[in-house]
DNA sequence: TATGAAATCAGGGGGCT
DNA sequence: AGCCCCCTGATTTCATA
């Protein structure tokens, strides 16, 4: 099942990821490949799932969400209760990340959020999960790495993000 | 200094990630917004650093990495410290995500690796960063929710990639 | 599978509103 | 700022090895 991918397509995503840009003429220009071939083998990339989408990268702070929220949560256990845990958190507006973890906790899950409130909102929404017993949450001061695109926005609704931009036009940071 | 996004770009960013392409063509087609509207306002979003690069998502199962690893990592206190740590730290091979907490930790770093050799590897190399005492690591079972794009590759070596399809491979997920 | 050449189509710019 | 229209050039296809 295994892609096997072998060193030329290595070397095109790391020229996708040196340069970035997935375009075909500059993968071309940098790796001296052929623009047929390595649509090619794009397209084969593409075509075995280790591509996914082409999204451009977001920041986050740009769009209002500012805040980082770390929480551990700690759940019941039982018969594919993670699993329907898991896809609950996932769901929870705000909530870009989901880690199912062995250990002390249960679930790590990573959120950015536009204002104290929504913190609060969060914590209140994750801990009314059914088999959700108990969390404990860290803010980020700051995120010194991380890549995030586009389809994180579908954590959000719309009018969050508004929102998020009408506290930043008012907070001075202008 | 805030951008200020409208219900205009919010709408054209949300239509990239439900579609999932950030083509002018589709985001004109689901919006109803012209073309050289989307152009305009596109070009506005990168020049205001909202969108930064389009890259393509990545599966990082896919690649070889299928270990996910979270660690919490208390370091000295002091002038500076806390930059430059997160600096090394972002440096190592295969840390995917390093955020700087308040808190009983310091930083939180989540990591994908390949075997288990990559784990204590990574584990010894953190902790031989000057200023950092002690940490704290688990093991993600799975991944619930993530979005990571190409750019993640940086974190790693061609060479180390490569070694983990040979290891795909003979594994038995063929 | 890999490639060169040819055809297609999307992206980007000019200028008017 | 918004938008129509055209042109350029990148993407994709096709035929061949």
Do not use: C, W
């Not at 290595?10 to 040196?18: C, H, Q, V």
């Not at 507006?93 to 204002?115: C, H, K």
């Not at 404990?136 to 931009?165: C, G, P, R, W």
């Amino acid at each position: 099942m295994s892609p096997t991918l072998d060193k030329r397509d290595i070397d095109i995503l790391f020229a996708i990821a040196e340069q970035q840009t997935p375009s075909t003429e500059a993968i071309h220009q940098s790796t001296g490949i052929p623009k047929s071939t390595v649509h090619y083998r794009l397209q084969s990339l593409k075509d075995d799932g280790v591509l996914t989408n082409d999204l451009y990268e977001l920041d986050r702070e740009k769009l209002g969400l500012e805040i980082t929220v770390i929480s551990e949560i700690r759940a019941e256990y039982g018969e594919g209760y993670h699993e329907r845990i898991g896809k609950q958190l996932g769901e929870v507006e705000g909530i870009n990340q989901v880690y199912f973890t062995m250990g002390d906790t249960d679930f790590i899950i990573i959120a950015r959020l536009s204002s104290r409130d929504d913190v609060e909102e969060l914590i209140g929404k994750f801990e009314s999960i059914d088999g959700v017993e108990r969390s404990s949450s860290k803010f980020a001061i700051s995120t010194i790495k991380e890549n995030v695109s586009v389809s994180n926005l579908q954590d959000y609704t719309k009018e969050k993000l508004l929102d998020a931009q009408d506290a930043s036009d008012s907070d001075g940071t202008e």
